[in-house]
């Protein structure tokens, strides 16, 4: 990457720390993290990084001159022994100079101003398309809902997405509330950060232009478990997003004949408080205080992005969630061993 | 050399020094002189400060490696409550209000404050604030036997602080500490206010108040208008919680955001009263080790005075991501980018006070050239964070939290660090250690520099703030692992800072009236000072009076 070359040898310039975390930033950010904000893969997150450059320039810039000109006039202007005892000349001020760097700072400002206002208005004042999907996000104490009003789909931590074309876009706009307290959307990779704010409705929107997994987590303090509210988005072609949605469509799979213990897990499910929190469509779990379960074991992972979705996981999840997420909502229900085995059975059959 | 009013002032209080007190505990309780209430206050912030210390360290040896189990998740969310209330509420306000007590009315000719039975209780109702505030490690549990210390953040952001998310008696402490400390702070600031604008002796006009009385005319005219909308909101927040009133409460229709403004109209001005007091150090220590006149007098008051001004039209910029809508984000984008121009003057100021000057390398200058340089660094992180964009990435990161903790060690700290080797032989009579300073500042520039300088990395990779843990493999760990060892050596460097303190009040140097070659009257007056300062009140000619006395063929008077 260009800007990479360009900046990566900032840290050599000037021993001052501040810059060689700039350097080292700038390494590490385009080799290693999933998460950086200078490995932009959505139109938002490029407009920001395009300014950031900018900002990164001119303030690296400011900085080279002020401190050197600080260091220079600490080393020449340094007190030395064979200095003699008289006082420098006293000089008490200039209106000239004075004037010059206020003048100058103050067209620094305006340009900055005028660049930042530009992508504000590119990112949160452009029209939406008649080509955007629409998808409500809901922050809850400690996961994310989403549901897809006019695809009619439900689905909780893993948010489905299609690819766009900047040719034809099909950008995702997310209209985002919060249940209980706030907390806030980043993927730094697709866009800046949105606050997710009970009792108030936020947009913003995100157009991954390559197919992947696009990490993230809440990024307001939201309580106990605000750590492990992770965001995991998965962009795919518009065919394999068609075909996740039409298999998030059907309602839950009910008929286990041929696997017995699903089947008894299904009625210890539905025997238990369970459905008081949770949804399985087409059944008479309809709670809406935790994740709807109708497509689980379709999901790479449980606990807000956590935990691998595997039985074992599973199983352990299911007899106690404090021992995994402290702090997380749902209570272990006690139950035992036979019944965590059939529940765990039932719950993984859940594609 | 002349018999000037000053000079009869420093011999007639020679001769009264001396007279013990007769019981020390109950002279210190019962005390209205406002250089025993700055020095307490002074000590109860350090107090505070190693405790806010033990806190951040204990935070960085959590996360320093990922999935750590050192503390549970709840006992880490109350750290970095408390870490922050205690540091902003009980270590910088107290801290600099003692400076200030203790300072304002010796440099403007004053025997004492305006108000000293105010400055009393000021100073007593926030010290209680902040014992009520650790009291809920012990009486927080309350009814329901949920958790103890607050651990809903420093701002506390609605509704997490409503009583179903935030059940028992934490949050209630956090609320009546904070609105405690805010009726002490207010107290304080007009008593500030009120003794600059009144009780200057004769001959000091506005245009020749030390800087440093200037820029805390500024800061306690700030008190004034921040503080009372978070004191305000701590009350609507008690009524939510115990009346049934539904100002924050969204499940009834308040407002989340409605609290964030309240809040943030504190907040911000809030960096610049703890930032303003740090510029008056730096504006008295540089000239007097520079040996030049400040540069530029008038613009460094105008300037102050416009950052006051500007820093009230800011505070959204904490708000970037609730979702404002364009115009909201473009005007606090301006405003913020456009306070850059103020702050600018004044290091392009001191950059002349130094340019042209001899500079003396003692550790009080030390510090202040720290201070320069890393002021510099954080104000251009701030001017990333003003473009509103970039922000919607960096904001509640950690990048955050680098950029302000920039200001607030690498700015305020390093600057009250060189206050206090300034102050020092004044207050005590004895010189602090010059050798342990230098170990001081070096390790404490380089543990500095280690954390806050990396810390800026997580943030920019996506590590937001407030987290207790987190996965390997994100590209956070390494740099955490550094970031932790940086605040070791830091830990280290106060420790050396403490032992200075207390070694040098037995066994310092003698320092005499002047060990600078100071300029304002502070200097003219026995170290320490007699409780009433001044036997007969000074008179001033002009900015620096001590440098008349001592240059008569060149003094500032003429110049005036």
Known sequence: MSCFDKYSTMGFSNGEGGLAAYGATFFAASTHSPTSIFDPAATPAHSIFGLSMLVLSVTLAIFLIVAGLLLYALIRFRHRPTDSDREPPQIYGSNQIELSWTVIPILIVVMLFLTTTRVILGTEAIPKPSSAMDVIVIGHQFWWEYRYPRLGVVTANELHVPISDPARPTPTYLTMSSVDVSHSFWVPRLAGKMDVIPNRVNVMWIDPLQAGIYLGQCAQYCGTQHAKMLLRVYAQSPEDFAAWVNQQKQPARQDFTGNPVAAEGQTVFMHNACINCHTVAGTVANGRFGPDLTHLASRDTISSGTIQNTPENMRKWLADPNSMKPGSLMPSMHLNDHDLDVLTAYLTQLH | MTTTPVIQAIDETADTQGRPPL??????????????????????????????????????????????????????NQLFTMHGTTMVFFVGMPI?????????????????????????????ISAFAGVLLYYSY???????????????????YAPLTAKIFSPGHSTDYWTLAVFLSGVGSIGTALNIVTTIISMRCKGMTMGRMPLLVWLYLVMSSLVFVTVSPLTAAQIMLTLDRYLGAHFFDTQAGGSAVLWMHFFWIFGHPEV??????????????????????????????????????????VWAHHMFTVGLGPAGNTFFVFATMVISVPTGIKIFNWLATIWGGKVIFAVPMMFCVGFLFQFLIAGL???????????????????????????????????????????????TGRMM???????????????????????HVPGLLGMPRRIYTYEAGRGWESWNLIIGIGAAIQTVATLIFVYNLVKSYFRGEIAGHDPWDAWTLEWAIPSPPPSYNFAIDPTVNSRRPLWDLKHPEDSDSSYE
Do not use: C
């Open chain 2, 272 to 313: 610049y009263v703890l930032v303003l007091p740090a510029f008056a150090f730096v504006n008295e220590i540089v000239p007097v080790f520079s040996r030049k006149a400040i540069f530029g007098y008038p613009a460094m008051v105008a300037a102050s005075v416009g950052i006051g001004f500007i820093s009230l039209s």
């Open chain 2, 96 to 124: 600099l209000f003692g400076f200030g007590n203790y300072l304002i009315p010796l440099m403007i000719g004053a025997r004492d404050m305006a108000f000293p039975r105010l400055n009393a209780f000021s100073f007593w």
């Open chain 2, 381 to 427: 992180t701030g001017i990333m964070l003003s473009a509103a964009p970039f922000d919607w990435q960096l904001s509640n990161s950690y990048f955050v939290v680098a950029h302000f903790h920039y200001v607030l060690v690498g700015a305020i700290l390093f600057a009250l660090f060189a206050a206090f080797y300034y102050w020092y032989p004044k207050v």
């Open chain 2, 138 to 156: 012990i009486g927080g549990s309350g009814l329901y036997a949920a958790g103890s210390a607050p651990d809903v953040g420093w701002f506390a």
């Open chain 2, 433 to 455: 250690s010059e050798k342990l300073g230098k170990w001081h500042f070096w390790l404490f520039v380089i543990g500095f520099h280690l954390t806050f300088d990396f810390m």
């Open chain 2, 23 to 76: 019981n020390v505990v109950y002279e210190w309780l019962t005390t209205v002189d406002h250089k025993k209430i700055g020095l307490m206050y002074i000590v109860y912030a350090l107090i505070f400060l190693v405790i806010g210390g033990i806190e951040a360290v204990l935070m960085r040896i959590q996360l320093a490696v990922p999935n750590n189990h050192f503390v549970s998740p709840q006992f880490f």
